[in-house]
């Protein structure tokens, strides 16, 4: 069945430390992966998303993620965090061409200064 | 503003009243979906229209009904919902092979 476990649900870090999201997945296709970000009262955000080649994708606002295939992961990763990019954070995964996208249940993230 | 427009922003209906959530891309995509999201739970797909055919409807009550007149509209119409139906309904479109969604900014909805 497809699936998608993000395993932390809630991390706390500090302005200025490196942060990683973790994102596992349970797919019977090649996937197509893909992060997102959402701001309270907002919709979700498209952060970065991976089809295939380079398995480091950058995404915007600094974010980068890695796909892993015998992992069957995709983290997501920033080098410095900002006051702002406390969010909660969404992976998802899906088929090439398809239409139907399976997401987790999200990260949320408090950045303390 | 994301290119996907979604009204209202908020909501509040009885359980007896009927209402429709609206949904507007102007981006040139081909599919549109409504999904819902509730607390702690991942984000549940309810109905996807390609080409303006419905071609998801995963397993949503009858109390939601989906219209989608072209491919750049997509109304969501409400009757007769429970309080458990109160959620972020969310909006999104995408290009379809490509894939991608992007999506609205939600209609809060609470039913009392």
């Known amino acids: 069945a497809q699936s998608v476990t993000q395993p932390d649900i809630h991390i706390t870090v500090s302005e200025g430390a490196s942060l990683e999201l973790r994102c596992n997945y349970s797919?019977?296709?090649?996937?197509?992966l893909f992060w997102y970000v959402q701001s309270p009262g907002q919709g979700l955000q498209l952060l970065l998303k991976?089809?295939?080649?380079?398995?480091l994708v950058q995404g915007i606002k600094g974010f980068e993620a890695e796909f892993k295939r015998s992992q069957s992961s995709f983290n997501l990763r920033k080098p410095s965090v900002h006051w702002s990019d406390a969010a909660e954070y969404f992976c998802a995964v899906g088929a090439e061409g398809g239409n139907q996208f399976y997401f987790g249940t999200g990260t949320s993230l408090t950045v303390i200064p | 503003e994301t290119g996907v427009t979604q009204t209202p922003r908020h909501l509040v209906m009885g359980m007896t009243n009927k209402k429709s959530l609206k949904c507007e891309q102007h981006?040139?995509?081909?599919?549109m979906y409504w999904y819902k999201q509730s607390a702690k739970k991942p984000l549940e797909l309810m109905f996807v229209y390609n080409f303006k055919e419905q071609t998801e409807n995963n397993s949503v009550p009858s109390r939601f009904s989906p219209e989608c007149p072209n491919s750049s509209h997509l109304f969501l119409h409400l009757h007769t919902l429970q309080p458990e139906d109160s959620a972020l309904y969310l909006c999104?479109?995408?290009?379809?092979?490509?894939?991608?969604?992007?999506f609205g900014s939600g209609t809060r909805l609470t039913v009392v």
């Open positions: 991976y089809f295939s080649g380079d398995t």
């Open positions: 797919y019977g296709a090649t996937p197509y």
């Open positions: 999104a479109s995408s290009h379809i092979p490509e894939g991608g969604y992007t």
């Open positions: 981006l040139g995509h081909n599919a």
